[in-house]
């Protein structure tokens, strides 16, 4: 079993910056695809970004100039700075490794508002 938490989310005027981290702990072998996805009130989850152990990313349209995913493999960490923010952004962050399956964080809420 792995475990993530999530830390970093919080009130933010449009335009502001926050930076998203993840800490994965548990039972770890390889964590293969570690990544954010995100759930706006009344929407589905949906991906908002993803890095491999090798450091290929993938980036939702809509933030790929405005957010940047990394990750450090030797601390099991995953990361998500996230500059512009938009009210659009608002949701519920949360956190997805993929090992031998699929885990997800309890998530960490970012609001975008003034």
């Known amino acids: 079993q792995v475990q993530l938490v999530e830390s970093g989310g919080g009130l933010v005027q449009p335009g502001g910056s926050l930076r998203l981290s993840c800490a994965a702990s548990?039972?770890?072998?390889?964590?293969?695809?570690m990544g954010w996805y995100r759930q706006a009130p009344g929407k589905q989850r949906e991906f908002v970004a993803t890095?491999?152990?090798?450091?290929?990313?993938n980036y939702l349209n809509s933030v790929k100039d405005r957010f940047t995913i990394s990750r450090d493999n030797a601390k099991n960490m995953v990361y998500l700075q996230m500059i512009s923010l938009k009210p659009e952004d608002t949701a519920v962050y949360y956190c997805?490794?993929?090992?031998?399956?699929?885990?997800w964080g309890q998530g960490t809420q970012v609001i975008v508002s003034s």
């Open positions: 890095i491999t152990s090798g450091g290929s990313s």
């Open positions: 997805y490794a993929a090992q031998r399956g699929d885990y």
């Open positions: 548990g039972t770890i072998f390889r964590i293969n695809t």
